[in-house]
């Protein structure tokens, strides 16, 4: 019958909304208007009615007949034929009928959702490779259900996987199905953040206070950050491949972003502390000036003094720097434990950490075991992430020194706290034994920098001046890298390259002696003998 056509288990038709005067009923194929009078056969009208197709689906697990897939509306016989064969061709996938099953479920949830059915392509590629397809999963959806399956990792990682969901994922990349997101559509989401970079650093150049308290708890995302948020998403994704083969390729995998280069760490020279100090004077003059010449409080002198931009984010103090430093803190309680930190490389964790059962004065020597870091506000404890972290680094006698003071003046401070007193076993303690907060540790040390007048260093800092001032002295690579608690001497040493200018002096010395040692025992005679054709005046 020319017009309409019938396939295996489809059929196309013409249909119309018209409906019946007497019933009020929708005619559908029965009106007649469909068709025109006259000739032989059936003839369609060209002005009257849509095509549509209805095609038979695979029954339900349980054996309950499902429902034909009816779709309607389209202009030509041609249009409504190319649908259906669509259509008969994602069932025809596979002959599974579990398969076949979820392959419907595919069809009709998509073309609910978008109005068009599955690329086929699409749907062999997950079927051979049987990947769930299941379309309706979110980037937003999947990421939560990745958070959930990480049982096992550390607060500190899972604070940051939260982190780059909560501020990223979700909000640039959240609504996107799973299976439809692109390599363009992660590209966009640093494009945002380096966009929003903009926006944190003019609000925190601003001199309107309101306008700078807008980002106060946010920073500008820089290379390394952007790094370890796209290995986050590059993991949830391959665990997506691998584990629920919801998706066949990884978009996370394939975006470039910049070189993540650590900054280089930089000496505080009498140059560059000359510079820094006159751009700290004249922050200072300008808050002094927003308080109407109100004099500055400590903590407000504090903040200028810790904020004032540096030559580099990383900078190391020169030894007389440590030495003055340490000078200033011979008095505090915590003396012992910045001195760990600044000699032996202690990560503030690691320090604030540090029990005494690790400890043996006798020997000199004391096992890094244990940790305390921050989670948020909130402190964490647990063993070093590294096996290489999990180590015992020997003591000089100055530092074994000032941990015999140190542990007399807790026994002093045990004695006056009575039973208020809490036996935690760490070295380092509060008035009344409990540890201690390691962003205490980090105020106090900014407090000491500037009461010294040393131009500021973070406190972990002062593990690459450690680093530094070993290396300085002569100590074996390997040997950095062990006290250190890396995991190879490469990262020891690509990491921790600052050069005092001292040092640095003195090697050029060392070169050139060498040279002028071999310059005063060199022959004067010529070394060859030139033919005798050739000009010596001219050669």
Not at 178 to 194: K, P, Q, Y
Request: glycine fraction near 6%; include cysteine; charge should be positive.
């Amino acid at each position: 019958m020319k017009g309409k056509t019938t396939q295996m288990n489809g059929t196309t038709f013409k249909t119309c909304s018209c409906r019946d005067e007497a019933t009020g009923k929708r005619l559908g194929k029965a009106c007649a208007k469909l068709r025109r009078p006259g000739g032989a056969g059936e003839r369609w009208s060209s002005t009257h009615g849509r095509w549509a197709y209805q095609l038979e689906l695979p029954a339900h697990a349980d054996g309950r007949r499902r429902n034909p897939l009816r779709r309607r509306g389209f202009a030509t016989l041609e249009e409504a034929e190319a649908e259906l064969e669509h259509a008969r061709a994602l069932l025809a996938l596979d002959e599974d009928p579990h398969v076949q099953r979820k392959i419907t479920e595919l069809m009709l949830s998509v073309l609910k959702d978008t109005k068009t059915l599955p690329p086929v392509e699409e749907v062999r590629r997950k079927v051979r490779t049987r990947q769930d397809l299941n379309p309706t999963v979110t980037v937003a959806e999947w990421m939560q259900e990745f958070l959930r399956r990480k049982r096992k990792i550390d607060a500190t990682t899972r604070r940051s996987y939260e982190a780059h969901i909560r501020l990223y994922f979700t909000p640039y990349l959240g609504d996107i199905r799973l299976d439809r997101l692109r390599v363009s559509d992660v590209a966009g989401m640093f494009d945002a953040i380096e966009e929003f970079n903009d926006v944190i650093t003019a609000a925190r150049a601003s001199a309107d206070p309101e306008q700078r308290a807008t980002v106060r708890y946010r920073r500008p995302v820089g290379p390394a950050t952007m790094h370890r948020i796209r290995a986050t998403l590059r993991h949830a994704l391959n665990i997506a491949i691998k584990q629920d083969r919801l998706i066949d390729f990884n978009p996370a995998a394939v975006v470039e972003l910049p070189d993540a280069v650590s900054p280089k760490a930089l000496v505080w020279t009498e140059e560059r502390v000359a510079a820094w100090n006159r751009d700290l004077q004249e922050r200072l003059d300008v808050e002094q000036r927003q308080r109407c010449g109100a004099r500055l409080s400590r903590a407000a002198m504090i903040n200028v003094y810790a904020s004032v931009p540096r030559p580099s984010p990383v900078m190391v103090w020169t030894p007389s720097h440590t030495f003055a430093f340490l000078a200033q803190a011979a008095t505090h309680r915590l003396f012992a434990l910045y001195r760990l930190i600044a000699l032996r490389g202690l990560r503030r964790g690691e320090a604030v950490g540090l029990r005494w059962k690790d400890v043996d004065l006798a020997a000199g020597t004391a096992g890094v075991h244990w940790q305390i870091t921050q989670l948020g506000w909130e402190p964490v404890q647990g063993r070093p992430k590294t096996e290489a972290s999990d180590r015992t680094i020997a003591l000089d006698a100055d530092t074994v020194t000032a941990l015999r003071a140190h542990r007399k003046r807790q026994a002093a401070e045990r004695l006056a706290a009575g039973e208020a007193w809490m036996d935690s076993g760490f070295v380092f303690t509060d008035e009344i034994g409990r540890a201690l907060h390691p962003q205490q540790v980090s105020d106090q040390f900014y407090l000491l920098s500037f009461r010294a007048g040393l131009p500021p260093v973070r406190l972990h800092d002062l593990r690459h001046g450690a680093a530094s001032i070993m290396l300085a002295a002569g100590v074996d690579l390997k040997v950095v890298q062990e006290t250190l608690g890396h995991v190879s001497s490469t990262f020891t040493r690509d990491t921790y390259t600052s050069v005092y200018p001292e040092v640095a002096r003195a090697a050029a010395e060392s070169a050139a002696a060498l040279i002028n040692t071999a310059a005063s025992g060199a022959q004067t005679a010529r070394l060859i003998t030139l033919p005798n054709h050739i000009d010596h005046a001219t050669t």
